[in-house]
Each structure stands twice: as structure tokens, then as C-alpha cells.
């Protein structure tokens, strides 16, 4: 618990110990840049103002320097700035991941449909990216550039100093924040919109076999086509709102320069001074007014930041021991009590559930789905909190464990498992670090999984979302993690899931053989085999309706019965 | 530039004349900055009256109003260009991609998200690409007429840029194209791992993976760095060649002032101008990088679109929701079982016949279906049974024009049913699939779907396939809205929804179910069983089934073998 707490008492921290030096180098060398192309023109200006006085050579031989030097060192400057600050940025943007994956171990499951959402949080992450390499940057450099160039011109004219710092911040400051506040109040507006138009997209494409079958193709494409058009109108709206922040850029730079070159008449300065002035005026503008594109951007960041915070903030899915006991080595015996699991504040998920698991059991649960059968798994496996009952491992309270521990000894093969892009070694190697190629190969074969293996081999790198990878096989390469991590407690969600019959039959008939005198719970929605096991539950709405052996469930009418029944009857 | 896109941008109605306001905004904008560069010189030159000053931040009012111009025709451009590729996109799939191909979620991405990629390189690069092929034309000009010394300067090292860009390019392509997989596969590692979460958990592996996850930003932070080092030469040779240019300019003219041969007005003017000519390429190339982006969309997007144009009618027809019924003109219709007619519908159920049909996907070794015979009379009802991968699938998708055989025929009525209008014999149709598609609108909406039906008629068809009761349960009853893809249904409900779909189609005369009790528990299976029974009075049924229930409620039972002799799963 007490890790925990500091975790989450700064969640998702910016930057990394050792990154302010490399920031602020990275701002120094951008700001370089920017003050060498002012300098330039403020050097090229003077030398060229004071030539025209036709002084002796001598005196313009500083300024011919200073151009040069000038021209040279503004692209390498700008160069160090670009390189450093992409650095500091990717810095910041793997230590921000890290810490958001470590935010994310401790919750619970995600939502099922949560793929989307989940990409959108690693986008998420680019935005600190974004924020350093597009906001902070060049802000900070822009400031310093600046707020030289007013320094420079305050030497000449104070007043034409005021009369650029005013513009300045306009261009700087004011301008930004316009964006920045109208890109907020737009993107809330388009962001129903957007997500209105994905929805119609996603039913037009997936839905093409429906639509097409009830001749409804046309309507949905109109209706996605105005979705569209709404967009596009929110859209055009927004880019009205940036048009109006480039075009008041242009507008107050050359007003200012305008408002300068008038004091520096009115004072009477001379040629060379007046022309110093407006061209530094007009040049100090170059790194302002990129920064109302920044802004817009910045908005986008902001919001980025606040959704990782919240993941950050989120509490953990189960309560950790401030004190953990140690497990104890010997195959334990689970009991559960009159557990009951609640999601949020629907409907129990499970309703007072009871059962008892000592060394050696082997229990399956039958069940419609939605009768809460992962939901039991998850309590025991500790990835969901109980609301009340309990449940015990030897006699002792499983929250006095710490839930990695319990997992250590109770796990196996979950619902919608997932397949890394890595070679078939590695997914199966995750569930076994130290596991020989023979103990392998040997959970490959108890899987049924060896002739896949044969055929693709062991080193080809499986597909992005188990794209080059067929559910059945996705499966038997689960359930051969399983096997391979060989906890003292098995579970079994469904493992003859998205299997052919035939397949299903055998696998569940070599699995009742791999599992004899271990301490497994199968769910499972075939029951070919269980007369093996000590127990078969049937759950119905998170609560037990019938439990015993195989023989005296198909001996009593009830859900068990019709299931058997409805399996013989296929089995030809 | 992207040839495709801009043939499309010139072609729509709807875009060329935002476009064209948009690239004339920009090139004017930058003939006025050469206006301003004049005025300023003369003023400061002492050339000009101060009351040029006043011309002056007109030039400056009309560039800001330019610029705005230049903004909002950018954005009419996008969002007109990106609705019309929207358009083409979701026309592409005229006919469902029934051999799976993973093309449809790119089109889901794309389609929605991926085509704001356009955005940097509509309204940025185009622009800026306009510009570049005016304004430096007219600042060199310019300087012919001022200053020929200068001039000569600037149209020396002006090709340097394009030169030095495209060299640098030429020989930092093949680096990194060969670091640009790396890089893709690094950065796709945190996304892997996140959505792998749950598994890694079960097997202890989450906390040890976070290392993983930092070694993994390490390395890939060291490539990308590697490749910046790099790509980043480009910009430094660019901004090298234009601020040198600039030395190269401001000190001759120095030293020629110096000697009285220049004077102060032209001395002044080309020092404003000559770094003009350099400003308008540096954008383009500050702008190509994120315009990448949007060719690759745009790349992506096309050879979505491309096929459809080859294939088939792309074009979308508006049709009338309350489209009358069709006329007959079937004249090879024979009316065979007439107590089998039902009012209201045009035709009495149809004589099916398979002859021989092998359906072959693109790109498939073997056949998903292998020369199949079947002969379906009016009225019957049939199931297909078989193991998986033997055709079953296919075999409905056939009959409904989803595929075309690549041997045999389907005949309807003894009409090749490649000869029938398409739309019209689906009208004659009632379709489940195995994973009925249940969209973002109401339960009514997902029932009537294609219809113009009644709330009576859609409340009957409910309660017909034994949907009305949880229906009423919802918090809004048929006027609740369905999450994604019906997520706020279980299985057997969303099967449900999709039967009552069918029983909203009481002119349908064929029914095709394709597995609707797979993944159902008991009670559910029960109801959707008697729901089919009575919805396949009066019509002939195809039902490809796997459970004994659904067996039983057949006629005649078909057996599909696994011809292709598949591996399992």
C-alpha cells in the first residue's frame, strides 16, 4: 500500500531527474538561433545604413565579422536546438510511458471493447513530445530572443522598446492564448462529432453483410456522409478561428514596425538608427509567430496530459496489504464463501457464491454467459475486489496476500488472451522465463498446438493482434502458456473456446488427461469428459443453481441437463 | 506532390475554387510582402516621405487579410477534399468483403481519423509550394532591376537549396528507410505491451516488463536519434545556403555604399528582399516533413479506392426510403406452390438450384466452396450442417451475391442469378448472419433496418422473434440507443434484434440464417429456435445450423464436406 501511495501521489511526473539541464540547453542553443538571424539583420542593417556615411573602411570591418559570423552560426545553432531538443523530448516521452504503464499494472481489467481507447493512450504519450518539442521550446526560446531584441532597441529608443515589446506580446502572448482557448472550446465541440462519424464509418464497414443483405446501403452512406458534413462545418469553423490568429500575426508585426519607424522619425534619430530599428523590429517577430500555431497545439497537449493524470489517479482494481504474509509453499486449499463481485454499481456479478478447492480438486463451472463464471476466476485470481464474503487460502484471508503473490500460485488461462508481436518462442517463453525448448515443446504437444509449430516454426514473429494467428490457435497457444507456467491452482476460462468441435472434444479430453491430481477450475461451455471431475457448478446470474458430479446433474432436469442433452444430440 | 490527389482536388466541384482562392491568397500575400520591402526601403532610405508610412500598414492590413483568406480557403479545402475521399472510401465497400480481408479496418481508421493526415499537406504545403514557385521568380526580377550585381548572387546560390536538399535527401534515403521499419517496430512495442497487460499480469510478468518498456524508449530514442542526426542535415544546408546568401549579399553592397557606386534606397531594398527569395523554399521544406503524412494517407486511401473504380458501378444512388414495390417482371417466374403465397409479396417462393458452384477467394489456395449440387424446392426448409471451413458461409453468401462463383451457376427460378438485378432479388431475401452487426442507433432503427416500417410493425416483428420482452426492459425500450456494435446486448439478445430484422421483412420469401444459436445458452437457444420456426412458415428456409435444436426444425439436412481438407480451427 505504501508503494502505492507515493505512486499515485505524483502520477505521471513530466520530467525525469537530469532533464531541466538538457531543457535548458536545448532552449539556450534555440534561442541562439533566433538571436543570430535577428543579430544578422540588425548587423547587415547597420553596416549597410552606416556605409552609405562612406566611413573609412575600418569602421564597418566589426560589422562584416559579426554578418558573417552571424550567417554562419544561426543554422548550426538551430541545428543543436532541433537535435537536443528531439532528445530531451523522447526523454521525456519514454519516462512518461514507463510511468503510465506502471499506473497501469495495478488497475483492474480494462473495458472490453477498450483497443481504441488503449491507442489513444499511448497517442497520449507522443503529446508530451509535442508539448516540449512544439510549446516549450520554442516559447522559451522565442522569450529569450525577445526579450533581447527589446533590450537591444531600448539601447537605441526606450519608446520604440515599449512600442516592440507591446507587439511582441501581442503576437506572443495574446495571440496563443486566443488559439489555445479557442482550440479548447473547438475541440469540444468536434470531438462528439468526430466520434459520431467513426461510429457511422464502423457501420458502414462492418456492417457491410447486413446492409448490403436489407438493400440498406444507401441510407447508412447518407447517414455517414452527414455525419461528415457536420464535421467539415465544425471543422471549417475552427480553421476561421486560425486564419483569423495568422492573419492578426502578419497585421500587428507590420504595424509595429510601422509604430517604430514613426517614434524613431518623431525622435529624430538618424538614418542608421531607424533602420537598426525596424529591421530588428521586423525580424524579432520571426520566432513569435510561429507560437500561435503552438498554442492551438498546446490546448490538444493539455487535455492529453489531463487523460494520463486520471489513468494515473485511477485507484487500484484490489486493495494491496500494507504488510504482505508470504504464501505458503505446499499446493494450498482454496475455500470461497459466499463471495460476492460487483462491476461498478450494476447488478452482482456474482451473488453469494460458495465453493471449496482442496489440493488435487478439480472443479468445473457451466454456465450461460453473463452468469459471472470469469468473474469468479477473476476474484481468485485477484485481479477484481470482492464487495463481501471471502475468500481463503489454508484458512487465511487471501487479501492478507499481496495479489502478484496469489497470482503466482493461482492463474492460467484467462479470458481474451493475447498474443505479443514476438516470435512463438517468446509468447510462450513469457509464461516460463526459465523454461528449457523440451518443457517447450512439451506444453506445446499438451496444447495440441505442435503441429502449428511445425509448420510456421518457432522463430516467426506472430502478427500484430494476433493477425497471422486463427482464434483456435490463439487459444491452444494460451492454454499451452498455462500449462507451461504451472500454477498450483490452474484455471481454465474456456479453453475450447473458438475451437471446432472435433478439435474442442480432443483438446478437453487431453486436458481432463494433463490435469489429473492438479488443483484446476475449468470453465467450460462443452461437458463431453466431466465426468472426471470432483465437482461441476452450474452458475446462472451469479448465483449457484446446481452442483455435483456429472452423473446426478444429467440425472436432474435443469440447465445441466439441457446442455448435455443438446451435445449428445450433435454428436453424430 | 501527389498526382492523384491533385486530380481529385481539380475534379470536385466542391474543392477546385477554395483551392485555387486559397493558393491565389498565399501568392498575393507574398507579392505584397515585396511591396512592403519597397515602401520600407524608401522610407528608411529617406527616398519615401514619412507619409508612406501610411500605404505601408495598409500593405501590412491587406496581408493580414490575406493571410486569413489564405486560412479559411485552406480549411474549406481540406474539409471539402477530405469528404469527397470520404465519400469514395465508403462507396468502395458497394458489396461486403466477405473473404475477410484485414483491409477493413485500415478503411475504419482511415476513413474516420487517418484522412486528417491531409490537413499539414493541404494546408500548408500546397500553399507554400505555390508560393516557392512564384516569389522567388519575382524577388530575383526585381533584383535585376535594382541591382544586377545581386541579383546575379542570389540566382547563383537560390538553386543551391533544391540542389543540396534533394542531395542530402538522395543520401540519407537508404538510411533511413533501412531505420524506418526499426523505428515503427520500436514504437509499436509500448501499444503491444499495454493491450498484452492482462496476460502479463496473469503470468507474474507485468512488473519486469516495465524495465523492458524503458530498455525498448532507450533503444528506440538512440535510432531515432541516429536518423534525426541525419535527416536533420537537410534543414542545416538549407538554412546554411540562405543565411550565407544573405553575408554573401548584405557585404558587397556594403562595401560598394562604401564607395559611393550603390545608393542607400537600392543598398536598403536589397538587403529586405534578397532573404525573400530564400523564406518561400524554407517553408516548403519545413512543411514537407508533416505533408508526408498526408501523401501517405492519401497513398492509402487511394489504392483503397482504386479497385472499386475498376470493378463495378462506384457511383451512389440515392434511394427513396419508401421506393414503391417493385414491379414484376420476372417472366420466367413459375408460380409452383401457390398456397405457398403470402399477400403482400410479389413473388411466391423460388426454386433454388446450385449447379457445380466453386467459389474461390482472391488470393486462396483452395476452394471455400468445391463444386456444390443442390437443388432447394419452394418452401423447404433445409439445413447445412458441416465442419468448420467446409463452405457453409459461402454457400449463403452465394446465393445472395456477396461472391460470384468462379465455376457453376446459382439459378433462381431457373434465371442464372448473375443475370438478376441484385438489389431487387435481395428485396426477396431475409438474411441473418452468424455475427449479425448491430449499429450505433436506436433498437427501432436496428429492426426496421431497410424498411419503412411502422413502431407497430417493428414491435410485432419483436415479439415475434421473442426480442419484445428485454426490448421493453431497456431504459428507453425500442427507442434505446445501441452502444458500438450493440454492446449494451448479450449474445442471444443481439441474435434476437437480428431475427426480429428479418421479421420486420414479411415480404421476404427466402430466409438465410447462417449459425444464429452458436455461442447461445440454453433458454436463449430455445427462443430463438421457435422465433426461426414461425419465421420460416410460408418460405423457404436455408439454415446453416450446428445445434440439434435448429437440425430438427429442417425438412432435409445437408451435409458440406471439407473438400480443401483444412487444418482444423
Not at chain 2, 259 to 276: I, N, R, W, Y
Request: net charge neutral; charged share 20%.
Amino acid at each position: 500500500m505504501t508503494g502505492m501511495a507515493t505512486e499515485s501521489g505524483t502520477p505521471l511526473r513530466l520530467l525525469a531527474p537530469g532533464m531541466p539541464r538538457r531543457l535548458i540547453l536545448a532552449t539556450l542553443a534555440g534561442a541562439a538561433a533566433d538571436l543570430a538571424g535577428i543579430a544578422l539583420i540588425a548587423a547587415a542593417a547597420w553596416m549597410i545604413t552606416r556605409a552609405a556615411e562612406q566611413p573609412p573602411l575600418a569602421a564597418l570591418s566589426v560589422a562584416i565579422v559579426a554578418v558573417r559570423a552571424f550567417a554562419t552560426t544561426r543554422g548550426i545553432f538551430r541545428y543543436g536546438e532541433r537535435l537536443s531538443g528531439h532528445d530531451v523530448a523522447l526523454r521525456a516521452q519514454a519516462g512518461t510511458r514507463e510511468r503510465l504503464y506502471q499506473a497501469l499494472v495495478p488497475t483492474g481489467p480494462l473495458p472490453r471493447r477498450g483497443a481504441d481507447l488503449l491507442s489513444r493512450m499511448v497517442d497520449d504519450t507522443d503529446a508530451v513530445q509535442d508539448l516540449l518539442v512544439r510549446c516549450l521550446l520554442p516559447a522559451l526560446a522565442a522569450l529569450l530572443a525577445g526579450t533581447a531584441a527589446v533590450v537591444l532597441t531600448a539601447f537605441i529608443l526606450p519608446f520604440a522598446a515599449l512600442l516592440l515589446a507591446l507587439g511582441l506580446l501581442v503576437a506572443g502572448v495574446a495571440l496563443p492564448a486566443g488559439t489555445a482557448a479557442a482550440a479548447r472550446r473547438w475541440s469540444a465541440r468536434i470531438a462528439p462529432a468526430r466520434a459520431e462519424l467513426a461510429a457511422r464509418v464502423a457501420d458502414l464497414v462492418h456492417g457491410a453483410a447486413d446492409l448490403a443483405a436489407y438493400g440498406a446501403r444507401d441510407q447508412a452512406l447518407s447517414a455517414g456522409m452527414d455525419a461528415d458534413a457536420r464535421l467539415a462545418k465544425l471543422e471549417r469553423g475552427q480553421s476561421r478561428v486560425n486564419a483569423a490568429a495568422l492573419g492578426l500575426g502578419v497585421l500587428v508585426q507590420g504595424l509595429t514596425v510601422v509604430a517604430v519607424v514613426l517614434a524613431a522619425r518623431s525622435a529624430d534619430l538618424d538614418g542608421v538608427a531607424t533602420a537598426v530599428l525596424a529591421l530588428t523590429s521586423l525580424v524579432s517577430f520571426e520566432p513569435v509567430l510561429p507560437l500561435g500555431a503552438a498554442g492551438e497545439r498546446f490546448a490538444g497537449v493539455l487535455a492529453a496530459l489531463r487523460r494520463l493524470r486520471e489513468i494515473g489517479a485511477t485507484p487500484p482494481a484490489v486493495a494491496e496489504p500494507g504488510d504482505p504474509l508470504t504464501l505458503p509453499e505446499t499446493p494450498p486449499t482454496v475455500e470461497i464463501e459466499d463471495l460476492v463481485v460487483r462491476h461498478g454499481d450494476r447488478e452482482p456479478a456474482l451473488n453469494g457464491v460458495s465453493m471449496r478447492l482442496a489440493p488435487g480438486d478439480r472443479v468445473a463451472i457451466v454456465g450461460p454467459s453473463g452468469a459471472g463464471k470469469s468473474t469468479l476466476l477473476a476474484a481468485l485470481m485477484r485481479t477484481v475486489d470482492f464487495e463481501s464474503g471471502n475468500i481463503r487460502i489454508d484458512g487465511v484471508d487471501i487479501r492478507r496476500y499481496a495479489s502478484d503473490d496469489v497470482r503466482a500460485r493461482i492463474t492460467g488461462l484467462t479470458q481474451d488472451p493475447y498474443v505479443f508481436q514476438a516470435t512463438l518462442r517468446d509468447n510462450l517463453r513469457l509464461a516460463g522465463p526459465e523454461s528449457s525448448d523440451e518443457d517447450l515443446a512439451h506444453a506445446v504437444r499438451q496444447a495440441r498446438l505442435d503441429g502449428w509449430t511445425d509448420r510456421t516454426g518457432w522463430d516467426t514473429t506472430l502478427g500484430e493482434d494476433g493477425r497471422t494467428v486463427s482464434g483456435g490457435q490463439l487459444q491452444r497457444l494460451a492454454l499451452a502458456r498455462a500449462l507451461l507456467f504451472d500454477p498450483q491452482v490452474l484455471l481454465l476460462d474456456e479453453p475450447a473456446e473458438a475451437v471446432d468441435e472435433e478439435t474442442a472434444d480432443a483438446l478437453l479430453a487431453d486436458l481432463l488427461d494433463a490435469t489429473r491430481g492438479r488443483t484446476t477450475v475449468l470453465v467450460t461451455h462443452r461437458l463431453r469428459g466431466l465426468e472426471q471431475v470432483d465437482e461441476i457448478i452450474v452458475l446462472e446470474g451469479g448465483r449457484v443453481v446446481q452442483r455435483g458430479p456429472h452423473d446426478a446433474l444429467v440425472a436432474t432436469p435443469g440447465y445441466y441437463r439441457d446442455l448435455w442433452e443438446s451435445e449428445v444430440l450433435t454428436r453424430r | 506532390m501527389h498526382k492523384d490527389l491533385l486530380r481529385l482536388a481539380r475534379s470536385e466541384r466542391t474543392v477546385r475554387p477554395h483551392l485555387a482562392a486559397c493558393l491565389a491568397a498565399a501568392v498575393a500575400a507574398g507579392v505584397l510582402v515585396l511591396v512592403q520591402a519597397e515602401l520600407l526601403a524608401g522610407v528608411l532610405s529617406g527616398r519615401f516621405a514619412v507619409a508612406v508610412l501610411l500605404p505601408l500598414a495598409l500593405v501590412v492590413a491587406a496581408r493580414g487579410l490575406l493571410g486569413w483568406g489564405r486560412g479559411v480557403f485552406a480549411g474549406r479545402t481540406a474539409t471539402a477534399l477530405k469528404s469527397a475521399l470520404r465519400r469514395r472510401l465508403l462507396s468502395r465497400f458497394q458489396e461486403p468483403d466477405t473473404a475477410g480481408s484485414q483491409r477493413s479496418g485500415e478503411l475504419v481508421t482511415l476513413a474516420g481519423r487517418g484522412l486528417d493526415a491531409l490537413d499539414a499537406y493541404l494546408t500548408g504545403y500546397l500553399p507554400a509550394v505555390a508560393v516557392a514557385g512564384v516569389i522567388p521568380i519575382a524577388v530575383v526580377v526585381r533584383l535585376f532591376v535594382a541591382d544586377l550585381e545581386t541579383a546575379v548572387i542570389v540566382l547563383l546560390t537560390l538553386p543551391l537549396i533544391p540542389i543540396f536538399g534533394a542531395l542530402v535527401g538522395w543520401t540519407t534515403r537508404a538510411v533511413t528507410q533501412q531505420q524506418w521499419e526499426a523505428l515503427t517496430r520500436l514504437g509499436g512495442h509500448f501499444l503491444d505491451v499495454v493491450r498484452g497487460l492482462p496476460t502479463l499480469r496473469a503470468f507474474g510478468r507485468a512488473r519486469h516488463q516495465a524495465s523492458v518498456i524503458q530498455q525498448v524508449a532507450a533503444a528506440h530514442r538512440t535510432a531515432t536519434m541516429r536518423t534525426l542526426r541525419v535527416a536533420f542535415l537537410s534543414s542545416l544546408v538549407l538554412e546554411l545556403v540562405a543565411s550565407l546568401s544573405l553575408a554573401l549579399v548584405a557585404v558587397p553592397v556594403g562595401l560598394r555604399l562604401l564607395s559611393g557606386s550603390l545608393d542607400l534606397h537600392t543598398a536598403l531594398l536589397v538587403l529586405l528582399l534578397a532573404p525573400e527569395a530564400y523564406i518561400p523554399l524554407r517553408a516548403m521544406g519545413t512543411t514537407f516533413h508533416a505533408a508526408m503524412e498526408g501523401v501517405a494517407a492519401a497513398d492509402q486511401a487511394f489504392s483503397l479506392i482504386t479497385p472499386t473504380i475498376a470493378r463495378d458501378h462506384a457511383q451512389v444512388r440515392e434511394q427513396p426510403a419508401d421506393l414503391p414495390k417493385p414491379a414484376r417482371n420476372h417472366a420466367q417466374i413459375r408460380i409452383q406452390a401457390p398456397g405457398l403465397r403470402i399477400s403482400g409479396r410479389d413473388h411466391a417462393p423460388p426454386e433454388i438450384r446450385f449447379e457445380g458452384v466453386t467459389v474461390r477467394y482472391p488470393g486462396r489456395e483452395e476452394n471455400a466452396l468445391d463444386a456444390v449440387t443442390l437443388r432447394i424446392s419452394p418452401g423447404e426448409r433445409v439445413a447445412i450442417v458441416g465442419p468448420s471451413g467446409a463452405g457453409k458461409s459461402t454457400l449463403l453468401h452465394a446465393l445472395l451475391g456477396f461472391v460470384t462463383p468462379s465455376e457453376g451457376r446459382v439459378l433462381i427460378d431457373g434465371a442464372d442469378l448473375s443475370g438478376l438485378d441484385r438489389d431487387e432479388w435481395r428485396r426477396r431475401l431475409a438474411f441473418v448472419p452468424q455475427r449479425p452487426h448491430l449499429f450505433a442507433a436506436t433498437v427501432a432503427a436496428n429492426i426496421s433496418l431497410g424498411s419503412d416500417a411502422s413502431p407497430d410493425e417493428v414491435r410485432t416483428a419483436a415479439a415475434a422473434a421473442q426480442a419484445a420482452e428485454f426490448v421493453e426492459a431497456l431504459p428507453y425500450g425500442y427507442e434505446t440507443e445501441l452502444g458500438e456494435r450493440g454492446a449494451n446486448l448479450s449474445a442471444g439478445q443481439r441474435q434476437r434484434v437480428a431475427l426480429a430484422r428479418a421479421f420486420c421483412r414479411p415480404s421476404a420469401e427466402v430466409l438465410l440464417l447462417d449459425e444464429p444459436t452458436a455461442r447461445l445458452d440454453g433458454r436463449s437457444e430455445a427462443a430463438v429456435v421457435e422465433a426461426t420456426r414461425r419465421l420460416s412458415e410460408g418460405r423457404t428456409s436455408i439454415i446453416v445450423a450446428h445445434r440439434p435444436a435448429m437440425i430438427e426444425l429442417a425438412d432435409r439436412v445437408v451435409r458440406l464436406h471439407d473438400h480443401a481438407q483444412r487444418g482444423a480451427a
